[in-house]
């Protein structure tokens, strides 16, 4: 059974993909009659994005009611979607490339993928630390990677620090998902920045020895395993406590009633904070189209629905959180660069290896 479903999946996305292709070279024909002509007069974008959240879907139908520019969307997963802008070389049609986590976009950018461009919009409604050093690439939503906790069993008062958690009293109680995963690859990338790599691993080896078991699962799966008494506390990024709250499924809004947010870190180095967000492809052909829509993506009005549907902070100081996140409270972040997430996600994979982080 598996088998056959994962053979019509491998069916659905070939198809999926050759109807791509044939509409897709079909655009491309007049562009060879005049290439400036056309980009000027493109009224397309084609946006390859890892993420598949249907907020995502209902602000490109508004970005093309507002600018008649028609949104092409790839969807896949971000490694698979890297691969093959890579593969596609100046061939590819994807002009803007949008996925989570400040350490895959620099992976695009390392990758030579990525254009640098400058937009004054972009700069007025995206913080410098979360751009790019060399805006390659641009946040667009920002997550906060806090400590939850059992609300019945845990009193706030006994949380602290990250560091913290790698005392004994939390022997057997931390649950955390696999290293593989690159929200916890930036996580330690932030700490080897703030802290120095000799500190780092230390708190990455004071975690797997407080383990409430070995790594398993996605964010959701901690917070799961919290409630079904696996464990005290878990790390996961606040948008998908907002998710479960919200959840259509009665289960996850039990779950997650069950707990509460700790921003640790407020007196030492802050919160870690990590973001969405996209880039300009190299060989763009819709180059300005992808900037107009990095822009619409920033603007208060996208900024304030990612807040309210899908619990996301905004990156765009001019917008307040959603109620749900300001009821969670103001808290201090991490003072360093995006860029440096990625700068130093491969010194942070090694160290998980070199302590037993599965
Ligand atoms: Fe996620």
Known sequence: ?????????????????AACGSSNSSEEEPAETSGDETET??????LYTARHYDV????????????????NLIK??????LERIKREGDATQADLF????????????????????????????????????DQMWYGLTKRARVIMYDKEKIDPSELST?????????????????????????LLASFIELNGEEEAKEWAAGMVENFARDPE??????????????????IMNTYYFGQMLNSEDPEEVKVAESLDVFFPNQDTTGTHVNVSGAGVVKSAKNQENAIKLLEFLSAPEAQETFASVNYE???????????????????????ISMSALGENNAKAILLFNEVGWK
């Open 1 to 17: 059974m598996k088998k056959l479903l994962s053979f019509l999946l491998v069916l659905g996305t070939l198809l999926v993909l």
């Open 217 to 234: 699962g996605g964010d959701r799966d901690q917070a799961k395993a919290i409630a079904a008494g696996v464990g005290d506390v878990a």
């Open 162 to 186: 990250y560091e913290a958690l790698t005392e004994d009293e939390w022997a057997g109680r931390v649950l955390i998902r696999s290293s593989e995963n690159i929200y916890n690859q930036s």
């Open 313 to 335: 902070y905004p990156v765009n100081e001019a917008v307040e959180p959603s109620e749900l996140l300001q009821s969670w409270g103001d808290f201090k972040e991490q003072d």
């Open 41 to 46: 007069a493109s009224n397309e974008v084609n």
């Open 98 to 133: 949008l996925t989570a986590d400040a350490g895959r976009l620099h992976r695009a950018k390392e990758d030579g993928i990525l254009q640098s461009v400058s937009s004054d919009v972009l700069d007025e409604q995206i913080p410098a630390n979360f751009q790019d050093e």
């Open 56 to 71: 995502d879907d209902e602000l490109y139908k508004k970005f093309e009611e507002e600018t008649g520019i028609k949104v």
């Open 76 to 81: 896949g997963e971000a490694d698979e979607l």
